[in-house]
């Protein structure tokens, strides 16, 4: 199903299957839409945390652990937005045999599937053996082929379930616009020769913003396994004699108004402590990204 870019392929597909009552486990850090969307559909997230020991990457037996009754969906995000953290092949298979042996269903996000760091490698739960009965796929060719303001998305799923989401499809929003799906084909059609050469430059600048945010006195940063995200922690300076802010919220505010540096805070994704930042812009921008952030966190560590 061609749906209105990745964010409406997900809304559909919760739409369809979350009523009343159910539940949906969601690994936090997550993307911001993934509650409201639950919530929406009468549905509640359960949360479960991920560790920056691992990556930020969701782990089957932790999954299995917030299983109960209500249960009705996993979603998984890998590559993550907005960790960047990469769930690896088996792993992601151990989550399929849980949702399999739970009887429930795991839609797995891949909108950043193409942009992920060695040693990880581009993988789709859809591949693996017996799968396909109990997954959905969501995909995007937002990121993939740099085409965002296109709107297109696409939904993999049993028939069944995809002649569910086109009664709703068609209901409210009909089709993607038919100039953006031809667009979309040509993309999907040709060469991926842009993808690793895209892939190669977030590599370039993914170095540069962790090693850049890790010079910033009380600042710890995971390396990032997907996507263009880099993930923060500033705890320290919301706590104690460091302390600038009640919130990350307050401090991404104070970081706007004092440095015109625009961030999201780690409150959004359910992970208060963190900042997020995007290296999908120039190397100049980061470059000035990460002086003001220096000046701005020294200055406050002088003060302190």
């Not at 590559?79 to 088996?90: A, I, R």
């Not at 739970?102 to 990880?120: R, T």
């Not at 796929?137 to 002649?163: D, H, N």
Request: charged letters at 20%; one cysteine or more; proline letters at 6%.
């Amino acid at each position: 199903m061609v749906n209105v870019g990745g964010k409406h392929a997900i809304f559909n597909s919760v739409c369809v299957l979350i009523q009343n009552g159910d539940e949906v486990i969601l690994p936090a850090p997550y993307w911001v839409s993934f509650p409201d969307m639950i919530k929406y559909a009468g549905g509640t997230p359960a949360i479960v945390r991920t560790r920056p020991e691992d990556g930020f990457a969701a782990k089957a037996a932790d999954i299995e652990k917030a299983i109960n009754p209500k249960t009705k969906m996993v979603i998984i995000n890998s590559p993550s937005n907005p960790t960047g953290g990469v769930v690896d092949g088996d792993e992601f298979e151990r989550i399929l045999a849980v949702c399999k042996k739970h009887n429930i269903w795991l839609l797995a996000d891949e909108c950043y599937s193409h942009f992920v760091y060695e040693p990880h490698k581009p993988f789709s739960i859809a591949s693996a053996k017996d799968s396909k009965d109990r997954v959905i796929v969501v995909g995007s060719v937002s990121k993939t082929f740099a085409m965002t303001g296109w709107r297109i998305g696409y939904t993999l799923a049993p028939e069944p379930l995809i002649q569910a989401i086109i009664k709703i499809q068609s209901q409210s929003t009909s089709n993607p616009a038919s100039i953006a799906q031809y667009a979309a084909l040509e993309a999907m059609r040709g060469s991926m020769d842009s993808v690793p050469v895209m892939l190669a430059e977030y590599s370039r600048r993914r170095k540069r913003m962790i090693e850049g945010l890790r010079e910033i006195p009380g600042v710890t940063c995971e390396w990032p396994g997907g996507a263009f995200y880099a993930f923060p922690n500033v705890s320290t300076y919301l706590a104690g004699r460091n302390a600038l802010a009640n919130s990350c919220t307050d401090l991404a505010r104070d970081l706007l108004e004092k440095t015109h540096v625009a961030l999201v805070p780690g409150e959004a994704f359910g992970a208060p402590g963190y900042l997020r930042l995007s290296y999908a812009t120039s190397m100049d921008r980061i470059e000035e990204g990460l002086r003001r952030l220096t000046k701005f966190f020294t200055r406050a560590e002088a003060a302190c």
